[in-house]
């Protein structure tokens, strides 16, 4: 099953209002990311967030681990906040570690 | 901050041919990873390597690849031969360590197999 489990899906802003994006992850985890996806394809991580509370700019990350799960805030939305955010849990494992990714929610934010 | 790079960014091939792609890791960085992403679909973990060994593979880590760092050189996926299910999209990521650390990812390779 899916281990990873984001909401929204996909969200739709006005320029200026607020995101809360969401993450919920079906094991225990040792640690967690984010990342931003441009519509292209590229991958840009915005935090790697294991536990608490992180900020940068607009953005702000809050991971509970007991609670296995994280959330992302966007404040002030911008139009090129606009793309995909996929969130993706570690999980070690015995042999190595890996990311089990989300599907992603994906963000439009209109002028 | 940290950088991984990988080459090409865009790689168009035949069917059945052979396919290398290159990653250059972040420098002292032990552990090396490789994700596939199907145009549209979910980022799936593919294969990570440590000390010159696969460490674990996905069930998407068909007998046709194969990984490699021979020397400190890039670190490298081939495809021999391939079929037309792995066009996608092919990130490169690596790690100091194995564990709670943080993945460093590449811009990723766009592979279209014809």
């Known amino acids: 099953g899916q281990q990873v489990q984001q909401s929204p899906t996909s969200l739709v802003l006005q320029e200026g209002e607020n995101a809360e994006l969401q993450c919920n992850f079906s094991?225990?985890?040792?640690?967690m990311q984010w990342f931003y996806q441009r519509p292209g394809g590229s991958l840009i991580s915005v935090f790697y967030n294991p536990s608490g509370t992180k900020q940068s700019g607009r953005l702000t990350s809050t991971t509970v681990i007991k609670e296995r799960r994280s959330s992302l805030h966007i404040s002030s939305s911008q139009i090129t906040d606009s793309g995909t955010y996929l969130c993706?849990?570690?999980?070690?494992?015995?042999?190595?570690?890996?990311?089990?990714f989300g599907k992603g929610a994906k963000l439009t934010v209109s002028p | 901050g940290p950088k991984v790079l990988q080459i090409p960014s865009h790689q168009i091939i035949d069917m059945g041919q052979m396919v290398t792609l290159n990653c250059d890791p972040v420098s002292n960085h032990l552990y090396f990873y490789w994700y596939k992403q199907i145009l549209g679909q979910q980022m799936e973990f593919l294969v990570n390597f440590y000390n010159g060994k696969v460490m674990e593979k996905s069930k998407l880590f068909k007998d046709q690849f194969s990984v490699e760092r021979p020397d400190g050189s890039y670190f490298t996926l081939k495809i021999q031969p391939t079929a037309l299910e792995d066009s996608a999209v092919y990130f490169c990521?690596?790690?100091?360590?194995?564990?709670?650390?943080?993945?460093?990812f590449g811009p990723g390779t766009r592979l279209t197999v014809l």
């Open positions: 990521a690596s790690s100091p360590d194995w564990g709670a650390y943080e993945q460093y």
């Open positions: 993706a849990m570690e999980r070690e494992q015995g042999t190595g570690s890996k990311l089990s």
């Open positions: 094991t225990s985890l040792n640690s």
